[in-house]
């Protein structure tokens, strides 16, 4: 697969609490040079990355994350924070579910959460992270259907910041289950071109990783 497809798409991600804007513009200066398909960057940060990408003359996407990473915000509160970034200039949105409330066996307001999240995108896609390692199978093929049943554009397998990410049989799980229009994202763990080519070979159009850039630019290559 040519390296070129690989990168277009990457949501090239820095997360981590302790980022600095200086660390936010070199990775928005390796998303411009390389052409990926976002950046996704705490939401404290997307005003001024929205700027920064669009003072470079560039069309790569901010992206950022809400009710990350444990999911367990009020549906209001997450509402809020999808309002305030696509305010903010978020072209897309990352959700992470309540977890807890799945596994209580409240699938209808899960739904009823992405859904409301969703509007407050303003059109916006939005990725539902569903914290795959700490679902049992049962769970995950759950949500696969409440991500089909829903507003949500994108179902993503993790955070990165959990026990685990994104493994070649969950995503194959996912692309069994879910239905055509809905996309699949694999994060966390994507630790070479290979993996990454693999995950996409195996039905994923979007990837959340730190690691890719650096290892095209030979640095080292760890974390998200």
């Not at 052409?35 to 939401?43: D, E, F, G, L």
């Not at 309540?98 to 859904?115: P, R």
């Not at 692309?175 to 080519?197: F, H, N, S, V």
């Amino acid at each position: 697969m040519e390296l070129s497809k690989i990168l277009s798409m990457v949501d090239h991600t820095l997360l981590k609490p302790e980022s600095t804007w200086a660390q936010i513009q070199e990775i928005c200066d390796d998303a411009i040079a390389y052409k990926t398909a976002t950046v996704c960057i705490p939401a404290s940060y997307v005003a001024r990355c929205k700027a920064y990408v669009q003072e470079k003359g560039s069309d790569v996407g901010v992206c950022t994350v809400i009710g990350f990473p444990t999911g367990y915000s009020t549906t209001a509160s997450k509402v809020f924070e999808a309002a305030d970034a696509v305010k903010n200039g978020a072209d897309e949105v990352d959700m992470v579910i309540n977890i807890g409330m799945l596994k209580d066996g409240q699938d209808e307001d899960v739904l009823a959460e992405i859904n409301a999240i969703k509007e407050a995108c303003a059109g916006k896609p939005l990725k539902v992270i569903i914290e795959t390692c700490l679902l049992s199978e049962d769970e995950k093929v759950r949500m696969c259907d409440i991500v089909n049943r829903s507003n949500a554009d994108f179902i993503k397998t993790s955070t990165g910041f959990s026990t685990a990410g994104a493994t070649f049989a969950d995503v194959e799980l996912m692309a069994r289950y879910m239905k055509p229009g809905k996309q699949i994202k694999a994060a966390g763990g994507i630790a070479t071109l290979d993996d990454a080519e693999k995950f996409i070979e195996l039905g994923a159009t979007r990837l959340g990783t730190s690691r890719i850039i650096k290892i095209v630019k030979n640095e080292a290559a760890s974390g998200y």
